[in-house]
């Protein structure tokens, strides 16, 4: 009570959808086992609705949804896949933008003789250069990772033209949205992607990861979870066993979801009016709640803004490099009952790119649209004090 979180690019609150599905699965299904008995196939069939859910929200089919640990786990499972499909003669494109989870586990692939080329940040603008890209692309390339938005520059990338460049030499697309969905759930087949990944915690959900990979990518791909799992296409990333719960959980997600369209929009909008107009409302929100913070530190003495000082290009999660300790901003925001963060968000090569010592970092102000243009005003005057 009382307090602003203004933290969410490290996890958003989990909206009550998803507590109440999390309780009735533990008091009612938290069992091992099959459809013989009554509470073994309600679990399954709660775990099944997660992945049909998800599947109508981000415009693919259901066997394209993988559901993991985590972002950074599924990533790893993928990039072992990818181990055994590539080696010398193949080039894998990393950027320097990405949090590492995206980015690290891709660079050891070298150790399987892939070149790994780096597409790199232009330090000026906190950005990537399409330019710069096609410059690394060509027939060797077999897949391009990149982030869809940086948890530390905040700034949409052209994640279409991305995908369509690195289709036209036969790469792969790889984008990390974790940064990304909590302000716009994506719809997947629009943007050309093979593979996209978020992780539910930071959209109001249980500590989860989704991973798309398309299913003709999928295919071509070995199976990293047990053999005899092999006609089994949602294991075939999975080496280990789901959390039942969580997963079944996220339905919660998509509830709440489509409980905002409803409440805002109504209840006639089907897909993908449905997640198109709910993106415009809460971009139009976010803005705003966005805007007057930029204007407070846009020109500020001591002050930069990494990346875009236009609230318009970019989703409300505001890294600032401070003459202050980063630390030290963030601890007199709590004594004001603001929780904000400081550090490199494991984003370690783009704060060093930027020129930053990374174990000092930046001040990161990250908002979702269940902020208030009351709770923007207080960060205002909070950041006023402090700075």
Same mark, same amino acid.
């Given at each position: 009570?009382?307090?602003?979180?203004?933290?969410?690019?490290?996890?958003?609150?989990?909206?009550?959808?998803?507590?109440?599905?999390?309780?009735?699965?533990?008091?009612?299904?938290?069992?091992?086992?099959?459809?013989?008995?009554?509470?073994?196939?309600?679990?399954?069939?709660?775990?099944d609705r997660a992945r049909s859910a998800l599947a109508r929200w981000l415009g693919v089919a259901p066997d394209e949804v993988h559901i993991?640990?985590?972002?950074?786990?599924?990533?790893?499972?993928?990039?072992?896949?990818?181990?055994?499909?590539?080696?010398?003669?193949?080039?894998?494109?990393?950027?320097?933008?990405?949090?590492? *989870?995206?980015?690290?586990?891709?660079?050891?692939?070298?150790?399987?003789?892939?070149?790994?080329?780096?597409?790199?940040?232009?330090?000026?603008?906190?950005?990537?250069?399409?330019?710069?890209l096609d410059a690394l692309l060509d027939d060797d390339v077999a897949l391009v990772a990149f982030p869809h938005v940086s948890n530390i520059?905040?700034?949409?990338?052209?994640? *279409?033209?991305?995908?369509?460049?690195?289709?036209?030499?036969?790469?792969?697309?790889?984008?990390?949205?974790?940064?990304? *969905?909590?302000?716009?759930?994506?719809?997947?087949?629009?943007?050309?992607?093979? +593979?996209?990944?978020?992780?539910?915690?930071?959209?109001?959900?249980?500590?989860?990861?989704?991973?798309?990979?398309?299913?003709?990518?999928?295919?071509?791909?070995?199976?990293?979870?047990?053999?005899?799992?092999?006609? +089994?296409?949602?294991?075939?990333?999975?080496?280990?066993?789901?959390?039942?719960?969580?997963?079944?959980?996220? +339905?919660?997600?998509?509830?709440?979801?489509?409980?905002?369209?409803?409440?805002?929009?109504?209840? =006639?909008?089907?897909?993908?009016?449905?997640?198109?107009?709910?993106? =415009?409302?809460?971009?139009?929100?976010?803005?705003?709640?966005? *805007?007057?913070?930029?204007?407070?530190?846009?020109?500020?003495?001591? +002050?930069?803004?990494?990346?875009?000082?236009?609230?318009?290009?970019?989703v409300p999660t505001l890294s600032l490099v401070t003459e202050q300790d980063p630390a030290a901003l963030a601890a007199a925001l709590a004594?004001?009952?603001?929780?904000?963060?400081?550090?490199?968000?494991?984003?370690?090569?783009?704060?060093?790119?930027?020129?930053?010592?990374?174990?000092?970092?930046?001040?990161?102000?990250?908002?979702?649209?269940?902020?208030?243009?009351?709770?923007?005003?207080?960060?205002?005057?909070?950041?006023?004090?402090?700075?």
């Open positions: 009570e009382g307090w602003i979180h203004a933290q969410n690019a490290g996890g958003s609150w989990a909206c009550s959808q998803v507590i109440d599905r999390l309780t009735t699965f533990y008091l009612d299904t938290k069992v091992q086992g099959g459809d013989h008995f009554p509470a073994g196939a309600a679990g399954l069939a709660a775990q993991g640990p985590s972002t950074a786990a599924n990533t790893t499972a993928l990039a072992a896949a990818f181990g055994e499909a590539l080696g010398p003669g193949d080039a894998a494109i990393v950027t320097n933008l990405d949090h590492e *989870a995206n980015s690290g586990a891709w660079r050891d692939l070298a150790a399987r003789g892939v070149q790994v080329r780096e597409w790199q940040v232009d330090p000026e603008t906190a950005s990537l250069s399409l330019d710069d520059v905040g700034q949409v990338l052209p994640v *279409a033209d991305i995908a369509a460049r690195a289709h036209a030499v036969g790469a792969v697309a790889i984008a990390d949205g974790v940064a990304a *969905a909590p302000h716009a759930i994506p719809d997947v087949d629009a943007l050309g992607v093979d +593979v996209y990944l978020f992780s539910t915690y930071k959209t109001f959900g249980p500590h989860q990861g989704v991973m798309v990979v398309r299913r003709d990518l999928a295919q071509r791909l070995p199976n990293q979870g047990p053999f005899f799992y092999d006609d +089994v296409p949602e294991k075939w990333f999975l080496p280990a066993g789901p959390d039942h719960a969580q997963v079944a959980a996220i +339905v919660g997600v998509t509830a709440y979801l489509d409980g905002l369209v409803d409440h805002h929009l109504g209840s =006639d909008l089907q897909m993908p009016d449905r997640r198109r107009r709910l993106t =415009d409302v809460v971009t139009a929100h976010e803005d705003r709640l966005l *805007a007057p913070i930029l204007d407070l530190v846009r020109n500020r003495p001591g +002050v930069v803004v990494a990346g875009t000082p236009d609230a318009t290009t970019r004594d004001r009952r603001i929780m904000a963060a400081s550090g490199h968000f494991h984003a370690w090569r783009l704060v060093e790119a930027l020129g930053i010592e990374p174990t000092r970092g930046v001040l990161r102000i990250s908002l979702v649209h269940y902020n208030t243009p009351d709770e923007s005003r207080r960060i205002v005057e909070g950041l006023d004090a402090v700075l």
